[in-house]
DNA sequence: TTGAAAGCGCTAACAC
DNA sequence: GTGTTAGCGCTTTCAA
């Protein structure tokens, strides 16, 4: 009834107080290093139960402070819409809850300065690795990412994944083929009967997209199909109000009428323009499309999709990370996963939600 | 050249040892407290000169453990695949962003123990506060949360959004109007001339889908319409190779044919009776359908669409969450947000990514 | 105005 | 086998 505030939380000290032993012995028998360190089974014994018996829980923080150890992963997104961040989500919490990390999320929203504010925020917070999905801004060539300095010089482990920013060559990284995936979807375009082929992307200067736009390149040419200046049409902007695709296909009529295949390097561009495309001309006309991205559940869009393995990804690099936490090794780690490619009409399993 | 591993990390010791005053001083300058504990300019002046010179930053843990404090926030979300997740989200992260918290975030992939487990973990490191959207087990109707206990007996402040568990009613939540909802969609049903409407909801007995469930027969009252037990259809089952809408709709002649509208509470169930229901029906034979959620950009549906309000969820409940971090008051807080209709063709803003 | 010192609760090196 | 003790780095009360 008195000034009884304080439940007097159980800790380490309390516990060795009641036994008459002192907080070491209580702290190796509870991490399991009692026999180890040849602490009598009687004396682990009286431990263990008391510790039981008073619903011991050790202090997150001060041991966090002793041991400079937070058990938590830090992962920056460049945006929470993007599908992919879920399920490679899905992938990294796979791993990460094996072991009992946590994870602490922060998106960037398209902005280089939040993402680096971001980062420099998980790094004051200890956490005890980092996976970086880095944003690029558009049409900014010779971008430079200003985190990279800070990572360069901090001793927490990191691994970027899905796209890497400049200067990544000797760092940890897992990213798909992009080259392979959009070379095969070309060939694929090919085999259907195209034979003007082009390409359409936003104008990111990221190496997921130039890797695709390399490897449609590359298969245009594996085909023996010409190159031209508008065989790759590159926008500037993602304003859909603006000299974006809504504009072009608006304004340039050949654009609309001179392929009959087309390699969209974005899911959401590619929904895009092939709703534009279907408004605008007679069934027959509309190019075969092939895209990066899957098709949302329940809806044919009749294009060619190149699935690309997020969550495959995500299981990587927690993985990756994991490992360069645990183990002091240090060289890089860099994988390259297999998208897989899905026929117009091929049996897409189904889900339910 | 020698052993000097450590760079010596700045501490307030440090700066405190070069400027020849003590770490108090040092400690209030540097927390903005100087002026409070009228310290002379001058030594302020000193203090942030050679905090900044030598790049101080205090050590989160430390500050952690003796305030007691992390400025984090734990999430625990059902599922990552839920679109609503990113959305909310967003609203949350634009909250927290300003106030400099970081989001630990976990997914309990609907399974109960988990999410217990999460939740735990949380309180365990410290969070200052939670924000649960709670998962309800399929077809079990008694289910209890075995967490509630833990919350009644925490000091964290936490809010619960979208739905609530039992016995909320005395605690903090956000959730939206399912009820009128579900109510006008019904009405709108009926001024399009649907006159035998049913309604199809996956078996949860969570708040949301009860209230979308009364709402459905309180507008079917309004209209005049009969209410019969075959008015509402209830899955128990979320795979879609077992006794769900697959064999429901493929065994059952009737139910293909009874409804000229159908009210589906969840998007995508609705996308997937709807498929069905394209494939299975002449077109003039299809119902119209509305439903929760909203179609992906540029895919028409053609469906009726119920607009929730996710963003402002998420904001709503990360204000209210650091209402209660910052002020004693702990009366709760209880809000429910307004959705919105869209009809069959309105125009909606269109996005592109 | 400033400083000393007692925490916060745990870890780990070292002593007995 | 078990205990002592010095950190970890910051906050905060109280005294000067």
Not at 56 to 65: E, G, Q, W
Not at 241 to 257: E, K, M, Q, V, W
Not at 269 to 291: E, Q
Request: charged share 25%; glycine share 8%; hydrophobic share 35%.
């Amino acid at each position: 009834m008195t000034n009884q505030k304080k439940p007097t939380k159980t800790t380490l000290q309390t516990l060795a107080g009641k036994l008459g032993i002192s907080k070491t012995t209580v702290s190796l028998v509870l991490k399991g290093d009692g026999d180890r360190y040849r602490i009598s089974r009687k004396t682990q014994q009286r431990v263990l139960e008391c510790a039981e018996k008073e619903g011991f829980v050790p202090d997150f923080l001060a041991r966090a402070l002793a041991t400079n150890k937070t058990a938590t992963i830090g992962i920056i997104f460049p945006d929470v819409h993007e599908s992919f961040m879920s399920e490679m989500l899905k992938g990294i919490e796979s791993v990460f809850y094996e072991s009992d990390y946590s994870l602490m999320i922060s998106t960037s929203g398209f902005d280089t300065e939040i993402e680096d504010r971001n980062i420099r925020q998980m790094l004051h917070k200890k956490v005890d690795g980092l996976i970086l999905v880095p944003y690029v801004p558009i049409a900014r060539n010779n971008y430079k990412h200003s985190y990279m300095k800070l990572l360069s010089k901090t001793d927490c482990p990191f691994v970027f994944a899905d796209r890497l920013p400049e200067n990544a060559g000797s760092l940890n990284w897992i990213i798909q083929d992009d080259f392979e995936a959009a070379e095969k979807a070309v060939c694929l375009l090919f085999e259907k009967g195209c034979r003007s082929i082009g390409c359409m992307s936003f104008n990111l200067s990221t190496s997921s997209i130039n890797n695709r736009l390399e490897g449609f390149k590359s298969g245009i040419e594996g085909c023996g199909l010409p190159l031209s200046s508008r065989s790759i049409i590159l926008l500037d902007r993602q304003d859909p109000h603006s000299d974006d695709i809504t504009g072009r296909l608006l304004r340039d009529n050949s654009l609309r009428t001179e392929y009959d295949g087309l390699l969209i390097t974005t899911g959401g561009l590619a929904h895009k323009t092939g709703y534009l495309l279907r408004k605008a001309l007679p069934a027959d006309k509309v190019p075969v499309i092939a895209k990066f991205g899957r098709d949302p559940d329940y809806f044919d869009t009749g294009m060619i999709q190149i699935i690309q393995p997020n969550v495959n990804m995500g299981i990587a690099a927690a993985r990756v990370l994991l490992d360069k936490i645990l183990n002091r090794d240090r060289s890089p780690i860099q994988k390259i996963l297999k998208s897989r490619i899905i026929d117009i009409g091929e049996k897409n399993e189904e889900k339910c939600n």
